[in-house]
């Protein structure tokens, strides 16, 4: 495709804010327009290349138009395979299910039931949502402070930014916050393992006060790391108190791994970090292979809805369950769950020299590759567990600099705080290098400014 002489990316932007909708957000960030993508690369109009460590907010777990990608939508194309079958059955169905479970902990895929829903993790979230609500027959679901669920009616009611639940009125009611482990600022004040054990036993207080002013809750749904909320990793040894709590409780518990599923983390899913069992689990993201497609899968005692409880035109989204078996199966095969474990160790390590030399980095977190880099300020007095205040104004001067030098990054966390790295999990040790030079410079040239 050609472009008409002298368009340049603020051409294109300036066509996007006279068309689009002002809800748009990652173009105000970063303004630029994708003119070709490959592998971690995408290049815009204007003819630069950019190291992409957004990767449609984790959905390109192999990167973009990776070969087996590429192959299996050849396949569905040339054979005249159906694209579309609301939730009738397929071989392409048929064999993406398989896989999927085959790549679930035998203990979970032995008792597993799988709900295919409309193309985004938030429509699996609101679906998930109702099958516990119906097979529980409570009302109330407990969440998480800094959690993301999505921007649904129902998913934004258990998401704790407050900035887009502002202007919505009526959310979902009976949804209750709970104090999330976050050392580095601790809402008890508290910090390391202290902080872990506060919120388990305020947790289950909560739960047998039976002056709490709370019903039993209907489920508990939780992040595995909070993505964005500051790429927060909670702490094994809690996330399995989590599990003990729920279970004897008979509190399904819900696990959204929309961004962590996959092998971002270093295993498959990230639950598996603490080798625990969840009742529900959500996906998309990387599931689709880069196309959208999502599904709840969960244990066959919550299978208590009824035909047509929940549905979606594209839950029948035929092409993205052939890209997604293909990328499952390529990241099987290849162990990029071990490779994002290793890549991410090298990221941590470049990310540690940076810190020892910066002023502006109060912490590096993370898992596999999906990392956070807190930016604060220094000139600011500490807090007690000697925490500086975040710094947005800063960290957005960090990204719009890396962008620059031709490396996307986004950011999220309290205040905008936390620079975010989520790379295709292909990425080789040379991209992991340049990236963190880009870095480097980037926070050093900033600095130099201040």
């Known amino acids: 495709m050609t472009y008409p002489h002298g368009m340049f990316n603020a051409d294109f932007i300036s066509t996007q804010e006279i068309r689009e909708s002002n809800a748009r957000s990652y173009p105000r960030r970063i303004p630029i ?3 070709k993508a490959k592998g971690i690369f995408v290049t815009d109009v204007e003819g630069t290349n950019y190291y992409d460590c957004l990767s449609g907010a984790g959905t390109l777990a192999l990167g973009h138009n990776h070969p087996i990608i590429k192959e299996a939508i050849r396949n569905v194309l040339e054979n005249d395979l159906p694209l579309h079958a609301l939730d009738i059955m397929t071989p392409i169905k048929n064999e993406f299910i398989e896989e999927l479970f085959s790549s679930l902990p035998t203990e979970f895929a032995s008792r597993a039931k799988i709900q295919f829903c409309g193309p985004t993790g938030a429509d699996a979230v609101e679906a998930a949502i109702k099958l516990v609500k119906t097979a529980t027959g409570s009302r109330s679901i407990f969440s998480f402070h800094g959690a993301y669920h999505g921007m649904t009616h129902g998913a934004l009611s258990l998401t704790g930014n407050l900035g887009p639940k502002q202007s919505v009125s009526n959310l979902m009611p009976d949804v209750h916050f709970l104090p999330y482990p976050y050392p580095y600022r601790c809402p008890f004040g508290q910090g390391s393992e202290l902080s872990e054990q506060i ?22 749904i939780m992040e595995i790391i909070q993505g964005e909320g500051g790429v927060i990793p909670a702490p094994d040894n809690w996330i399995r108190k989590i599990r003990s709590i729920t279970k004897k409780r008979k509190i399904p518990l819900i696990v959204d791994e929309v961004q962590t599923g996959f092998g971002r983390t270093g295993k498959l899913f990230a639950f598996e970090h603490a080798e625990i069992i969840p009742d529900v689990l959500i996906l998309s993201k990387a599931i689709g292979g880069s196309l959208p497609l999502s599904v709840v899968v969960y244990d066959k005692d919550l299978d208590q809805w009824n035909p047509g409880a929940h549905a979606g035109t594209f839950r029948g989204n035929q092409m993205a369950m052939a890209t997604g078996t293909a990328t499952i199966k390529y ?24 810190q020892h030399s910066s002023s502006c980095i109060g912490e590096i977190r993370g898992k596999g590759l999906m990392i956070g880099i807190e930016i604060v300020n220094k000139q600011l007095q500490p807090n007690a567990l000697n925490s500086y205040p975040p710094h947005s104004e800063l960290a957005r001067q960090i990204q719009q600099e890396c962008l620059k030098k031709g490396l996307i990054v986004e950011l999220g966390g309290r205040f905008g705080s936390v620079v975010r790295f989520l790379p295709p999990l292909v990425i080789t040790e040379e991209q992991v290098d340049a990236i963190c030079e880009i870095f480097a410079k980037s926070i050093q040239d900033i600095e130099i400014k201040l």
Not at 208 to 213: I, Q, Y
Not at 335 to 354: P, V
């Open 33 to 35: 327009a994708i003119k």
């Open 331 to 354: 990241i099987r095969a290849n162990n990029l769950e071990k490779h994002a474990e290793n890549m991410g160790d090298r990221f941590m390590s470049h990310l540690k020299e940076i």
């Open 199 to 220: 919120s388990q036993h305020y947790i289950e207080h909560l739960l047998d006060d039976p002056e709490s002013g709370i019903t039993k809750p209907a489920g508990l």
